[in-house]
């Protein structure tokens, strides 16, 4: 089996996902639809991995063995001999069947196909294909090096060979691979999302300030960081397209977002990656 890892999408969970493949001593393919975006996601690479360096965790010459691994590509056919390719595209629907259905073409019928998505169905990716039982999700966590969970979503036609398979690929990337049924947000956006929002409607009637929602939270429920301070880390522009999954995909109310969120993501304001959310950075 070829050990060629492909990875669609240099952004920050793309590049998380090339930089844990490399290290784990895969050979790499980066692709991005521009120079300028393969550019900054190596960036984002060797920045993470000079802070591993640093920190004596990692020598300098591992660290450029590591980079040395991923090479980088603007075309859609540079798959050719990878054994998996992970899409890790935008968080959107047509986008994402647009790739699978790219890939199907451009790769040999034996590849996996996985897809990094929070919350679109791995179900409806795996039917624009012609190896609907070879498509997967492998929903890795924010940032990919440090966290170990990958959330893995078997579709109603993803077989369980290709479960096997990318079961101990994921604890070969030194991940805890934990299965779930394809259903919107699966389990880690199903749970966490509605908190998020129930935290943002909470702000949106004054119920209390960003930093007590946060505070209370973090310091009464022991979470690592706030719900408010975490969706301007994920950013609010994907907060928002789960929910809608999960509005359009329950129909029920209670996953109605928030007007405040819809606000915000309107005007721009998407929390860290623009400088402003519900905090500014």
Not at 21 to 32: E, F, N, Q, T
Not at 189 to 209: D, K, S, W
Request: a negative charge; one cysteine or more.
């Amino acid at each position: 089996m070829s050990e060629l890892f492909g990875v669609v999408g240099a952004g920050t969970m793309g590049a998380g996902i090339a930089q844990v493949a490399a290290r784990a001593g895969y050979d790499v393919v980066l692709r991005d639809v521009s120079e300028r975006f393969l550019e900054r996601g190596i960036g984002t690479i060797d920045r993470s991995l000079q802070r591993d360096v640093d920190k004596q965790r990692l020598s300098i010459e591992d660290k450029d063995a590591i980079v040395e691994r991923i090479r980088t590509t603007t075309e859609i056919d540079g798959f050719g001999d990878a054994f998996i390719v992970v899409e890790a595209a935008t968080e959107d629907l047509a986008v994402k069947t647009e790739v699978f259905g790219a890939l199907d073409r451009m790769t040999k019928p034996n590849v996996i196909l996985a897809s990094n998505t929070s919350s679109i169905s791995i179900t409806k990716l795996g039917a624009v294909t012609n190896r609907p039982d070879k498509v997967i999700g492998m929903h890795f966590m924010n940032p990919v090096p440090v966290m170990k969970l990958v959330e893995v979503i078997r579709g109603a036609a993803t077989s369980n060979e290709t479960y096997e398979t990318v079961r101990r690929l994921s604890e070969k990337l030194g991940k805890l691979p934990l299965e779930c049924h394809d259903s919107p947000g699966f389990i880690s956006n199903r749970v966490l999302m509605p908190m998020i929002n129930e935290a943002i409607f909470a702000l949106h009637e004054g119920v209390a300030t960003r930093e007590s929602i946060d505070g209370i939270m973090k310091t009464g429920m022991n979470h690592p960081m706030g719900p408010l301070a975490l969706a301007d880390f994920i950013g609010l522009d994907v907060c928002l397209a789960i929910m809608n999954v999960l509005h359009d995909g329950f129909g029920d109310s209670k996953y109605r977002p928030c007007p405040l969120l819809k606000r915000y993501v309107d005007a721009g304001w998407l929390g860290k990656k623009t400088g402003r959310g519900f905090y500014e950075y």
